[in-house]
């Protein structure tokens, strides 16, 4: 395994975090790679773009009257502040539904003000709440499009997760049938299959002409929707929406336990990176490395990324003791 970051405290290097890269263009080339570009590993909410072309594919989006916030929303994992409950109640309105056919869990917002807000009121919070709520609310309208049940809408035998599963498959060109099926923290299942060729599928999804016109053309509008609302797809202070705003080649999505994907739309690109103890700080100063080793991130837009690239770690009194930092070379394949 190869380290990719390390924390040092004062002098002493004092903690490692291994790691995974594969970095693929639309017709299926390793350009670079770090680790085991083959590691299989659960893409999480990575695939939650993926997962959107099923929404657009249902005929939903037309029959609903549904727009690219809603579309970005469907991508989210969202912080739960009050522009994404309120999305959610939108997008669920539109087909006539309500939050209360959500079974995607329960809990405070990530977006600590407001949890800390929910908690001072002495407010609970609800499924919508839920950092999964947008995805499901796409799995929702997509059963409701497709006159199809809406209490069992996560189970893995249900159609609306197996199209899924066949979706990810068809733009990874990987056979579903080797796709290994877990359950996510939200309840739904949950897809792992090798890091190079997830981000193959990522790659494609950047240059849609590769997915054949129709494909391509809902690729393209959900890449744009995520581009055009990237605070409803993540939120406040999140690497994903500061990403997006700053590059509009990019489309990026973060997964949990360590996963980020990152298309680059100039280049045909797509980028997997998987963090072998699921650190979430250490995976995002590696996407930020990661860019800057590929001349996307300039050494002067640097400094616009340096807490997420070279965070500080601090003690209870909020003084500098150490530092994260990502120490590895991109191999070219």
Avoid: W
């Avoid at 924390?7 to 263009?25: E, F, K, N, S």
């Avoid at 309840?187 to 090798?194: R, S």
């Avoid at 981000?199 to 809902?218: Q, V």
């Amino acid at each position: 395994m190869e380290v990719l970051v390390n924390t040092y405290r004062g002098p002493l290097q004092d903690m490692m975090h291994t790691g995974h890269i594969a970095v693929v263009d639309y017709t299926g080339k390793l350009l670079y790679s770090c680790g085991d570009p083959e590691r299989v590993c659960y893409a999480r909410s990575s695939a939650k773009p993926m997962q959107a072309m099923c929404v657009l594919e249902s005929g939903a989006v037309e029959k609903y009257g549904l727009d690219d916030q809603d579309i970005a929303l469907f991508c989210a994992s969202h912080n739960g502040e009050p522009m994404h409950v309120q999305a959610v109640r939108r997008a669920l309105g539109k087909a006539g539904l309500t939050e209360s056919v959500l079974q995607c869990g329960i809990h405070y917002p990530l977006y600590e003000p407001e949890a800390d807000r929910m908690k001072a009121a002495g407010e609970s919070p609800s499924q919508i709440h839920c950092n999964c709520s947008g995805k499901h609310s796409g799995m929702l309208v997509t059963a409701a499009a497709m006159g199809e049940d809406l209490n069992t809408y996560y189970k893995p035998e249900h159609p609306v997760q197996q199209r899924i599963l066949h979706m990810i498959g068809e733009i990874c060109e990987y056979d579903p049938g080797k796709i290994i099926m877990g359950t996510d923290g939200c309840g739904v299942p949950v897809h792992a299959l090798p890091l190079r060729q997830f981000a193959y599928g990522i790659a494609r999804m950047a240059h849609p002409e590769s997915l054949g016109e129709k494909m391509g053309a809902e690729a393209a509008r959900i890449t744009a929707a995520m581009g055009k609302y990237p605070l409803i797809m993540s939120g406040t202070g999140r690497i994903d929406a500061q990403l997006m705003e700053k590059y509009d080649r990019l489309f990026c999505k973060s997964g949990a336990d360590g996963y980020y994907i990152v298309g680059d739309k100039k280049e045909g690109i797509g980028i997997a990176v998987k963090i072998d103890s699921g650190n979430g700080q250490a995976r995002n100063a590696v996407v930020v490395e990661v860019l800057r080793q590929l001349g996307i991130i300039s050494q002067e837009d640097l400094a616009e990324f340096a807490d997420t690239h070279t965070p500080k770690m601090r003690n209870h009194k909020q003084e500098e003791v150490g530092s994260m930092r990502p120490e590895f070379t991109l191999h070219k394949a």
